[in-house]
């Protein structure tokens, strides 16, 4: 997130200064705001991870909901 005019970005994956933000890669995944990245690699890795995550979480809750269903009957 900018700081200043003056202040580089930086990529949200590596932490490394954007110095040109004009060609940096942007991501705005519904967190209701824009990421930036160095590198459209950064961003790959960013997105995986993201995706893997919400797998994580959909499993998580259809296993549970699984265990409810078979726990009332």
Not at 1 to 17: F, L, Y
Not at 47 to 73: C, F, L, M, N, P
Request: with cysteine; charged share 25%; net charge neutral.
């Amino acid at each position: 997130m900018r700081m200043s005019t003056d202040a580089p970005d930086m990529c949200a994956m590596c932490g490394m200064e954007i110095h040109h933000p004009d060609e940096a890669a942007r991501y705005d995944g519904g967190l209701g705001r824009t990421l930036h990245f160095c590198s459209i690699w950064c961003l790959r890795v960013y997105r995986r991870h993201v995706a893997h995550d919400a797998y994580q979480h959909i499993t998580e809750a259809s296993e549970k909901a699984k265990a409810r269903r078979e726990g009332s009957s």
